[in-house]
T-cell receptor
Framework: DAGVIQSPRHEVTEMGQEVTLRCKPI?????LFWYRQTMMRGLELLIY????????DSGMPEDRFSAKMPNASFSNLKIQPSEPRDSAVYFC???????????FGPGTRLTVL | DQQVKQNSPSLSVQEGRISILNCDYT??????FLWYKKYPAEGPTFLIS?????DKNEDGRFTVFLNKSAKHLSLHIVPSQPGDSAVYFC??????????????FGKGTKLSVKP
């Protein structure tokens, strides 16, 4: 199994631009999570989906952030417009059922200038 | 307000000795605890977990201890190896009556094992 796949691995953009981060979960997993890691706040959950349906988006910081999961094989996280304080590493994770461990992707390092 | 705290940002240990990583939590509703390990440029990987009905769980060189009254858990690595050098994250959740999706992570402890 290829594991959780994220793209791009690195993204550098200018303030005000739209950013799209992509995630392909492990095949067969029914839960997908988006996390953000910063020095100040550590690793924090942004949103998670069950069977493509958003369950809890209380961690999404602002309306500038949105996430979708159009099918079981793909999710994206969009930031529009992006700001320098959005600079962080964004991780996607998936799991089969809530009782099992979450498998993380390698992350996308986002830098907003 | 941090619900899961790892007060030591870093720890350095000699190869072959014991590494002890600590984690404190404030939410008494947490009933499931996990440790994740993270190498640079990679995502966190699951290491070991413990349910609140236990006070110890062991897996090879890794043992997690839970002290519910003190709201404290620790990860012991014996013997430590250079390949264990990584950032270790403690995480907690309310698994029953809540949602494991809401994993709350500590900020991590960077372990360096010196040869």
């Amino acid at each position: 199994d290829a594991g959780v796949i994220q793209s791009p691995r690195h993204e550098v953009t200018e303030m005000g631009q739209e950013v799209t981060l992509r995630c392909k979960p492990i095949s067969g997993h029914d839960y997908l999570f988006w996390y953000r890691q910063t020095m100040m706040r550590g690793l924090e959950l942004l949103i998670y989906f069950n069977n493509n349906v958003p369950i809890d988006d209380s961690g999404m910081p602002e309306d500038r952030f949105s996430a979708k999961m159009p099918n079981a094989s793909f999710s994206n996280l969009k930031i529009q417009p992006s700001e320098p304080r959005d600079s962080a590493v964004y991780f996607c994770a998936s799991t089969l059922g809530l009782d099992n461990e979450q498998f993380f992707g390698p992350g996308t390092r986002l830098t907003v200038l | 307000d941090q619900q899961v705290k790892q007060n030591s940002p870093s720890l350095s240990v000699q190869e072959g000795r014991i590494s002890i990583l600590n984690c404190d939590y404030t939410n008494s509703m947490f009933d499931y605890f996990l440790w994740y390990k993270k190498y640079p440029a990679e995502g966190p990987t699951f290491l070991i977990s413990i349910s609140s009905i236990k006070d110890k769980n062991e897996d090879g060189r890794f043992t997690v201890f839970l002290n519910k009254s003190a709201k404290h858990l620790s990860l012991h690595i014996v013997p430590s190896q250079p390949g264990d050098s990584a950032v270790y994250f403690c995480a907690a959740s309310v698994r029953y009556g809540g949602s494991q999706g809401n994993l709350i992570f500590g900020k991590g402890t960077k372990l360096s094992v010196k040869p």
